[in-house]
């Protein structure tokens, strides 16, 4: 299993900026998909963005788009979330998560971290 901890969450001001960062504990990360979620409260948890283990395919839910990049740095087994003109909505904790088998590019995480919360003040 793969161990994740999540950074860089905090309090921001609307139309501001956070980069999140998740560290994982595997010699092999280069080898697993890996994908950040959140959860806002009262909500269910959402699929946020996802980019496979070279780091060539990258996916974004519809919220996310032109305002989150993913990305990851494979030498220093980190994955990435930066996040731009950031909106009340995008309150929530947010979790990393790894592919459970490696070289799969799908929806099947099976490792997630404690997660870190953003929070966007008006």
């Known amino acids: 299993q793969v161990q994740l901890v999540e950074s860089g969450g905090g309090l921001v001001q609307v139309g501001g900026s956070l980069r999140l960062s998740c560290a994982a504990s595997v010699r092999t990360f280069s080898s697993y998909a890996m994908g950040w979620f959140r959860q806002a409260p009262g909500k269910e948890r959402e699929f946020v963005s996802s980019?496979?283990?070279?780091?060539?395919?990258?996916s974004y839910a519809d919220s996310g788009k032109g305002r989150f990049t993913i990305s990851r740095d494979n030498a220093k087994n980190t994955v990435y979330l930066q996040r731009n003109s950031l909106k009340p909505e995008d309150t929530a904790v947010y979790y990393c998560?790894?592919?459970?088998?490696?070289?799969?590019?799908?929806?099947?995480?099976?490792?997630w971290g404690q997660g870190t919360q953003v929070t966007v003040s008006s």
């Open positions: 998560a790894a592919a459970r088998r490696a070289y799969d590019y799908t929806d099947d995480f099976g490792s």
């Open positions: 980019i496979s283990w070279s780091g060539r395919r990258t």
